[in-house]
């Protein structure tokens, strides 16, 4: 059974950084592309970020530059490095695992399709204020 936990998250001013971690079990780690989502309050949820098998990473065109996906097989970790946060990037924050696909794929904004993904983590709350 794929679990998904994640931690991290929180609030912070305009500029802070934040951290998610996203600890998997229960299907081989490594193999299939692993993204992060977010839900604004009465928006669709979006992929923002994205991390295949080989560490090829997307990114959505508003976090660019901002957030960073990484992971650590040895841990059976990922992570979301979030800086230069804005008030905009407040939302609930999932983490997501597609094992049906070793490659992630996005549209032609960088953003992973909700559809592709059938594993999801509990979400974190981010809050950004001004």
């Known amino acids: 059974q794929v679990q998904l936990v994640e931690s991290g998250g929180g609030s912070v001013q305009s500029g802070g950084t934040l951290r998610f971690s996203c600890v998997a079990s229960?299907?081989?780690?490594?193999?299939?592309?692993m993204a992060w989502f977010r839900q604004a309050a009465g928006k669709d949820r979006e992929g923002v970020a994205s991390?295949?098998?080989?560490?090829?990473?997307n990114y959505g065109d508003s976090v660019k530059g901002r957030f960073t996906i990484s992971q650590d097989n040895a841990k059976n970790t990922f992570y979301l490095q979030m800086n230069d946060l804005k008030p905009e990037d407040t939302a609930m924050y999932y983490c997501?695992?597609?094992?049906?696909?070793?490659?992630?794929?996005?549209?032609?904004?960088?953003?992973?399709?909700?559809?592709?993904?059938?594993?999801w983590g509990q979400g974190t709350q981010v809050t950004v204020s001004s």
């Open positions: 229960g299907y081989t780690y490594s193999k299939y592309c």
């Open positions: 991390i295949d098998h080989d560490g090829n990473t």
């Open positions: 997501a695992v597609d094992t049906s696909s070793s490659v992630c794929v996005t549209d032609s904004g960088g953003y992973s399709y909700t559809w592709a993904f059938r594993h």
